[in-house]
């Protein structure tokens, strides 16, 4: 009599925890909606139809499998969307895959990103409008085997904590207004990985306190502009010394 009355606590404990997760997983695509400006209204999504798999069948979304609504990865690529990073992500526990990517997103990467999503593996952000700092705290996405940042408005210094991504397979800062040394474990990547970033140095770009091609010339620039103010300067003294007083 024990036993069966403990399965059946198990058994409803289960279907409890699964209840919330999968109005966790709605009420996040509920607040994406709701606090991102969609001007050709590809988020038109109805939350009516409250059976098993209804919001898998949602654009952009995509479930574990078609039997329960666990989102495994939202692809909401160039689709227009504008606003602040949506908070409401933190509800998506089970995301493995985000991709915001060529839309105009703008503010800062959330913090507690990993926090919200610990599971994610592909996360890209490109091609937005995002600033602030990388947060260091992206170490925390232990999982991350994709992390595209590339051509946002991102600034300051690459964090050493991403070198201990060790998943990591694909990785792009490309295009931002990153300074500073880049840390020596991601030089496993290419050059292009780090272009468009004036401020960056280090492998694989050129060493640092090294000049770029646009100091050097104008170093060159100001050498000749001060050879020629001496040519001229030492001309008029000596025509002022040895022709005008002669006279």
């Known amino acids: 009599m024990k036993i069966r009355f403990i399965l059946a606590s198990l058994l409803l404990l289960s279907y409890s925890l699964l209840t919330v997760s999968i109005e966790d997983d709605v009420k996040c695509l509920e607040g994406i909606q709701n606090s991102i400006k ?4 590809r988020l038109s999504w109805s939350f009516t139809n409250t059976t098993f798999g209804a919001i898998c ?5 995509a479930c574990w499998n078609e039997k329960e609504n666990r989102i495994i990865s939202l692809n909401l690529s160039s689709m227009q969307l504008s606003g602040q990073f949506p908070e409401s992500l933190h509800l998506c526990h089970s995301l ?10 703008s ?3 959330p913090v507690d990103l990993c926090k919200w999503l ?28 994709k992390l595209i940042l590339s ?3 991102l600034s300051g210094s690459i964090p050493f904590e991403v070198s201990r991504l060790d998943r990591l397979k694909e990785f792009s800062v490309a295009g931002n207004d990153l300074s500073g040394t880049i840390p020596s474990d991601l030089a496993r990547f290419p050059e292009e990985s780090f272009d468009g970033n004036s401020g960056l140095c280090g492998k694989p770009l050129g060493r640092c ?7 050097i010339g104008i170093i060159i620039a100001a050498g000749v502009l001060g050879a020629l ?11 002022w010394f040895f022709v005008r007083v002669r006279k």
């Open 229 to 239: 103010v001496s040519i001229i300067l030492g001309s008029l003294i000596w025509w």
């Open 57 to 61: 069948r949602l654009t952009g979304v």
């Open 209 to 215: 306190g090294r000049f770029s091609g646009k100091d």
């Open 107 to 109: 503010g800062s990467i």
């Open 38 to 41: 969609d001007p050709d209204g």
């Open 118 to 145: 610990p599971y994610v593996v592909q996360l890209d952000l490109s091609n937005n409008h995002l600033s602030g700092p990388i947060p260091k705290q992206i170490v925390e996405c232990k999982f991350l085997n």
């Open 96 to 105: 493995e895959t985000l991709d915001l990517s060529d839309n105009s997103l």
């Open 151 to 153: 051509n946002n408005k």
